[in-house]
């Protein structure tokens, strides 16, 4: 079965930093690309970043543009978000996901919380 698992959430300062892992398993990762979204309290879910199946090419929201950066590395099975220069309004529940064949998300993880507080 498909599972994506994300760690590495938790608090920061604004302007500090905290570094996100997604690791995948139940299919051939290097083969599909993926995403990051968020949902903060009371919010829609808002989408972050994607990345294609060999890391060549990225996307960026708006908000998070120069701050945040995707990457991973298919021969462990994980996708990563860097998150710096952390502002309050980047607290929220941090999601990945599956981009399918048909270009929906498929699978998600179960999420992990990053606070940005002082």
């Known amino acids: 079965q498909v599972q994506l698992v994300e760690s590495g959430g938790g608090l920061a300062q604004p302007g500090g930093s905290l570094r996100l892992s997604c690791a995948a398993s139940g299919f051939t990762f290097r083969s599909y690309a993926m995403i990051w979204a968020r949902q903060a309290p009371g919010k829609g879910l808002e989408w972050v970043s994607s990345?294609?199946?060999?890391?060549?090419?990225?996307y960026y929201a708006d908000s998070v543009k120069g701050r945040f950066t995707i990457s991973r590395d298919n021969a462990k099975n994980t996708l990563y978000l860097q998150m710096n220069s952390l502002k309050p309004e980047d607290t929220a529940l941090y999601y990945c996901?599956?981009?399918?064949?048909?270009?929906?998300?498929?699978?998600w993880g179960q999420g992990t919380q990053v606070t940005v507080s002082s």
């Open positions: 990345i294609y199946s060999d890391g060549s090419v990225t």
């Open positions: 996901a599956k981009v399918s064949l048909a270009r929906a998300y498929d699978y």
